[in-house]
């Protein structure tokens, strides 16, 4: 005769399990990465946008993204594209004071880095069947992380900044005469705009923008086609967003080099 044990009713406790993970793998490798880029790429420019200098190089009209554009009196001469609309700026405010804390606010608020920075930098969570150190959360819904919900509208600015990024990279094919003329600064001004364009078109505040509301694509061709481009870039999101912080260190590095005159940059023509 076999009897058969009966399971109690109601619900059951967890199992007490004292680790902070079962996992053996390095799971921590990639959260402490991503960790030590972001913290890079943060303390890099929150360094030279306060610098005040080296941004321009007057003989080739390269400007570096960190300080475009450059509307303020206290520019120099040439660097302002758009003229200067305001007035000499104290030492503590940036002269990229327009555009930085939209571009700023645009990666902040991306769901991508969103995800980067909770897991990386919060620890919330560190990594899938690992314990999250916060014992209280509140999601989104309040300062302040509630302004993560107004990534939608940086997205529209963003697009804006990347439109003069694009027209600094124009600027930069002027020789030291005003003649057509490249370098290989020029090179990277354009790399650099490439994967801006490449991040912010691929956002998904774009896709939903282009497609999302739509009930009939066969009513709406271009803007399918256009939707069906952007969700391919989608695809790449991270990818671009990661690549193009590297091409921001990258193009300011090298313009600030050149107009530090710790190197030359090396024309191709003109």
């Given at each position: ?68 554009p450059c509307l303020s009196k206290s520019c120099l001469p040439g660097s302002s594209h758009f003229g200067t609309p305001l007035p000499a700026l ?181």
């Amino acid at each position: 005769m076999t009897t058969t044990a009966t399971r109690p009713a109601g619900p059951q406790p967890r199992a007490a399990i004292t680790e902070k993970t079962l996992r053996t793998d390095r799971w921590w490798l990639a959260p402490l990465s991503i960790a030590a880029i972001l913290v890079f790429f943060i303390l890099y420019a929150s360094v030279r946008i306060f610098m005040a200098k080296w941004y321009w190089v007057n003989g080739y009209h390269y400007l570096t993204p960190l300080y475009s554009p450059c509307l303020s009196k206290s520019c120099l001469p040439g660097s302002s594209h758009f003229g200067t609309p305001l007035p000499a700026l104290p030492f503590f405010l940036p002269l990229g004071i327009v555009a930085f804390p939209v571009v700023a606010g645009f990666r902040v608020t991306c769901y991508y880095y969103r995800k980067s920075g909770y897991r990386s930098l919060w620890g919330s969570p560190q990594a899938c069947a690992v314990n999250e150190p916060h014992k209280k959360y509140t999601g989104e819904s309040r300062f302040p992380l509630v302004g993560m919900n107004y990534h939608r509208y940086f997205f529209y600015l963003a697009g804006v900044v990347l439109l003069i990024n694009a027209y600094d990279a124009v600027q930069a094919f002027r020789g030291p005469n005003g003649h057509f003329g490249f370098g290989l600064g020029t090179l990277i001004i354009w790399a650099n705009v490439a994967m801006l364009a490449g991040y912010t078109l691929s956002c998904h505040a774009c896709r939903h923008v282009v497609g999302g509301r739509l009930r009939h694509f066969s009513r709406h061709p271009l803007r399918y086609r256009f939707w069906t481009f952007v969700s391919k870039l989608n695809v790449r999101h991270g990818t671009f967003a990661m690549t193009s912080l590297f091409t921001v260190i990258l193009t300011d590095a090298y313009i600030m080099a050149v107009s530090a005159g710790w190197i030359t940059d090396f024309r191709f023509f003109n």
